[in-house]
């Protein structure tokens, strides 16, 4: 039955994304944007409050799942949530600003505190895929098959460098100063990285 409801779902979605596109109307590819943010925001939900979670690892109906349970389900809910919300947010960019939409996320992302606080947002989450590697057991990758050292290994790898990440997020938004600094670096750093 679910599986029915999903291929219904997927078709409508597509119906409003082509009527959308072929009649360049931003508020129907608004809507369709917006509609799978609040299902993920859903299905987020559902996690926290069932602590359990099933998270296929391919676009077919028939792939091979991830199963999480108790806390670990609750902060796989908390990324599904995050991750509707930012696409919701993507929507109402279409709605409002579809003529200048990357003005204005250059306006958002063009200074040392907005830079940081996405640099944080996004750390937390990162930080939170690591953690929850570490503290599933190796049931929820059944189906999958994956060995528990990349289990941990990936946990730690996810973690330190989510929390590198919040770190210079945080960094950012207490001291906007070190923006500059901070872009200066990379570039040089990826100068000396890339041959000639």
């Known amino acids: 039955m679910k599986d029915k409801l999903l ?4 078709g409508v979605g597509l119906a409003i994304a082509y009527i959308g596109v072929k009649f360049r109307n931003p508020i129907l590819i608004g809507l369709l944007v917006a509609g799978l943010g609040l299902f993920s925001i859903f299905s987020g939900l559902q ?3 069932f602590k359990r979670a099933e998270v296929p690892t391919s676009d077919t109906l028939s792939a091979h799942k991830e199963r999480y349970t108790g806390l670990a389900a609750q902060l796989y809910g908390i990324l599904f949530i995050a991750f509707g919300v930012f696409i919701i ?5 279409e709605w409002l600003f ?3 939409a990357v003005f204005q996320i250059n306006q958002l992302l063009g200074n040392s505190f907005g830079f940081g606080v996405f640099l944080t947002i996004a750390g937390a989450l990162i930080l939170i895929y690591g953690i929850i590697r570490l503290i599933v057991g190796n049931a929820a990758y ?3 098959g994956l060995r528990p050292f990349e289990r941990v290994a990936g946990g730690i790898y996810f973690s330190l460098f989510g929390l590198g ?3 210079t997020g945080m960094w950012l938004i207490v001291s906007p100063f070190t923006l ?3 872009i200066k670096y990379w570039v040089s750093l990826i100068g000396k990285l890339i041959p000639g």
């Open 142 to 144: 059944t189906e999958t």
């Open 98 to 100: 579809h003529r200048s």
């Open 180 to 182: 500059s600094a901070l």
């Open 165 to 167: 990440v919040l770190a």
């Open 7 to 10: 291929i219904w779902l997927i």
């Open 47 to 49: 996690m926290i409050i």
């Open 89 to 93: 947010l993507i929507a109402l960019g």
